[in-house]
């Protein structure tokens, strides 16, 4: 059920849109768990001679409460909640690690588990031999988990560390290992929790190139994460869970709205103007083009690039600040720039409801060859400071040429070299 006693069909954005037939694969109906826990555990032999005839009493948990959902095939779907509402939880009982008290799921395909760091590794084994033997857990053959074994290793960029074992390895180096294994099993569904939070900048981009090769491949991918910007980008649903219970299932802009309500207007059900970020913004389109105006996905370097976004309010927006920031692939800002609205005739800059707003221009490129994406802030200033965001991923890039520099950018200079004369 939804926030307001609904259920959350939602609509997605026409470029996000599946195929309505495609057939589910994760049909999860009334799924519950329940966790005791202890008021006082017995853990010392002299706790247990004092106190012999104690019993242990228990709370219950409720951690999951009557969630049904389904996923279907080819689907990018993302759960998200705040810390301790249930999703992952939910995520491993996908991943039969917990068995749930009530409901059931079922699943159509061979699976990926990507669920919590370390699980499934023993680490008195060393890396080569934790992926033969997880490969085999995701139901390769032995023979067919080592021939995939390098390029395992090639991807983790853990080839000099193959003999080590992973008892030995940094946090960072188990969360490369595990994700490079489920990507290389090319499971039909991957459940990944929380892949972001844990690694540099390099893994995190390495991480984005594989959510769109398996989004544009047609796997069915499930994602539990706190980065809107990643189910926004990504998704083409998300279902927000919030103690336990199932809150919206649908469009993973509304799904993110929620979220931030949830997060920022604190436990009241009624929030009060101003409390919640103003996230009720969609991207209709966004695009590249090249100096003759056709699209375009990659940029050559030196040419000038033709910038264009189209944004729909969900809501009024009043007086809105547009900021767009270039970022390297490892999330270190080159440059940016913000625009606003024009006022009209009344002296207003109003976006009502419904309509749109489209920048579009052309920006100076001195980018140097490499990998890019933009980020934007829709922004709006209000009283006493107060500022409410909206942050979104729009636009992923590759700058070609043949003339490589120092740092991400190329600059003119007039300095020259010479030698002093003798004083």
């Known amino acids: 059920m939804s926030e307001d006693g609904e259920t959350g069909a939602g609509t997605l954005a026409p470029e996000r849109a599946r195929p309505r037939k495609a057939p589910v694969v994760i049909e999860g109906r009334d799924v519950a768990k329940t966790f005791l826990i202890p008021h006082h555990r017995i853990d010392s032999f002299k706790e247990r001679a004092i106190h012999p005839l104690r019993r ?6 409720h951690a999951l409460k009557g969630v049904s959902f389904d996923v279907h095939q080819g689907e990018f779907f993302g759960i ?13 009982i996908m991943a039969s690690i917990y068995r749930p008290n009530g409901g059931r799921i079922r699943m159509a395909g061979r699976l990926a588990p990507f669920i919590e760091l370390g699980v499934g590794f023993n680490p008195e084994l060393t890396s080569r031999e934790n992926v033969v033997l997880n490969g085999v857990l995701m139901g390769l053959s032995r023979q067919e988990a080592i021939r995939r074994l390098d390029a395992v290793l090639e991807f983790a960029g853990l080839e000099e560390f193959a003999d080590l074992k992973l008892k030995n390895y940094s946090s960072g180096m188990m969360v490369r290992l595990a994700f490079a294994v489920m990507v290389e099993a090319d499971a039909d569904i991957m459940l990944i929790d929380e892949v972001l939070a844990v690694g540099d900048a390099a893994f995190a981009s390495k991480c984005m190139d594989v959510f769109r090769a398996r989004r544009e491949a047609g796997k069915t ?9 990643t189910v926004q980008s990504f998704c083409d649903r998300a279902m927000l869970i919030h103690d336990g219970e199932l809150r919206y299932l649908g469009d993973p802009e509304e799904a993110a709205l929620r979220y931030y309500r949830l997060n920022f207007a ?3 059900d009624s929030p009060q103007p101003g409390d919640v970020p103003d996230v009720n913004v969609r991207v209709i389109d966004a695009w590249l083009e090249n100096p003759i105006g056709e699209r375009v996905e990659n940029v050559e370097q030196g040419e000038p690039i033709g910038f264009n976004v189209v944004f729909e309010a969900r809501h009024d927006l009043v007086s809105p ?3 767009f920031h270039f970022l390297t692939e490892h999330e270190f800002t080159v440059f940016g720039f913000n625009r606003t609205l024009e006022r009209g005739e009344d002296g207003a800059d109003v976006v009502r409801a419904g309509e749109r707003v489209r ?15 933009v980020r934007s802030i829709i922004s709006r200033n209000r009283s006493q400071g107060d500022l ?6 729009l636009l992923d890039f590759t700058v070609y040429g043949t ?11 007039d300095v020259e070299a010479s030698v002093e004369g003798d004083q």
């Open 80 to 92: 998200v909640g705040r810390n301790g509402s249930g999703k992952s939880t939910l995520l491993k």
């Open 403 to 413: 003339k490589p520099g120092a740092g991400s950018v190329n600059i003119d200079v």
């Open 56 to 61: 242990p009493t228990y709370r219950e948990l």
């Open 321 to 323: 600040v547009f900021s």
């Open 221 to 229: 991918v499930v994602l539990v994460t706190h980065d809107m910007a």
């Open 359 to 373: 920048l579009s221009g052309m920006i100076e490129n001195p980018l140097v060859p490499g990998r890019y994406h």
């Open 388 to 393: 409410a965001l909206h942050l979104l991923r």
């Open 266 to 268: 604190g436990a009241s």
